[in-house]
T-cell receptor, first 114, second 111 residues
Framework: ETGVTQSPTHLIKTRGQQVTLRCSSQ?????VSWYQQALGQGPQFIFQ???????GRGNFPPRFSGLQFPNYSSELNVNALELDDSALYLC?????????????FGPGTRLTVL | GQNIDQPTEMTATEGAIVQINCTYQ??????LFWYQQHAGEAPTFLSY????GLEEKGRFSSFLSRSKGYSYLLLKELQMKDSASYLC????????????FGSGTRLQVQP
């Protein structure tokens, strides 16, 4: 069974640029959630995708957007990058979309915005 | 809304027992998760409690009191590899499908 994978591992961008992060869900999981984790903080929910549609969203601006593909993999896109977007971006997959279902996390993408 | 509080840091000795507390405030209750996160790595699932009481899984146990809005994670026979952050998380009660995390408790195990 393959776990959750994310790419790239690390990324450096400059302010104003755009970035795309990728996630492959664990085998058999149809739901992907994205979280942002600042240094020394717990993860913060960005949004969730289920059956290729956004299924819930946290307090993040519209410049954070995403996609889910038929194979349940997902992308997180961030436009007009700001310095505060520097963080670890975590993808988590689950068997169903209920928040009570255990979410399994990928290793994350460390984004640095200069 | 939801609010989750945990101590920021704890230190314990190898071989000892440590208890990491978590208090939560939610308008609806859907259980409580504990995750372990080593520095620079992904959070890994430890436990999910939805009923009151203690659940044991090897060296790790998790306790829940719904009436008190309180949970703890108990780690026995501490090992150096247990040095990590421990995250308490509650499922969303707003239909956002989210997990709301506390800031995490950084545990340092000393020889």
């Amino acid at each position: 069974e393959t776990g959750v994978t994310q790419s790239p591992t690390h990324l450096i961008k400059t302010r104003g640029q755009q970035v795309t992060l990728r996630c492959s869900s664990q085998s058999g999981h149809n739901t992907v959630s994205w979280y942002q984790q600042a240094l020394g903080q717990g993860p913060q929910f960005i949004f969730q995708y289920y059956r290729e549609e956004e299924n819930g969203r946290g307090n993040f601006p519209p410049r954070f957007s995403g996609l889910q593909f038929p194979n349940y993999s997902s992308e997180l896109n961030v436009n007009a990058l700001e310095l505060d977007d520097s963080a670890l971006y975590l993808c988590a997959s689950s068997f169903r979309q209920a928040s009570t279902d255990t979410q399994y996390f990928g290793p994350g993408t460390r984004l640095t915005v200069l | 809304g939801q609010n989750i509080d945990q101590p920021t840091e704890m230190t314990a000795t190898e071989g000892a027992i440590v208890q990491i507390n978590c208090t939560y405030q939610t308008s609806g209750f859907n259980g409580l998760f504990w995750y372990q996160q080593h520095a620079g790595e992904a959070p890994t699932f430890l436990s999910y409690n939805v009923l009151d009481g203690l659940e044991e899984k090897g060296r790790f146990s998790s306790f829940l009191s719904r009436s008190k809005g309180y949970s703890y994670l108990l780690l026995k026979e501490l090992q150096m590899k247990d040095s990590a952050s421990y995250l308490c998380a509650a499922p969303s009660d707003t239909g956002r499908r989210a997990l709301t995390f506390g800031s995490g408790t950084r545990l340092q195990v000393q020889p």
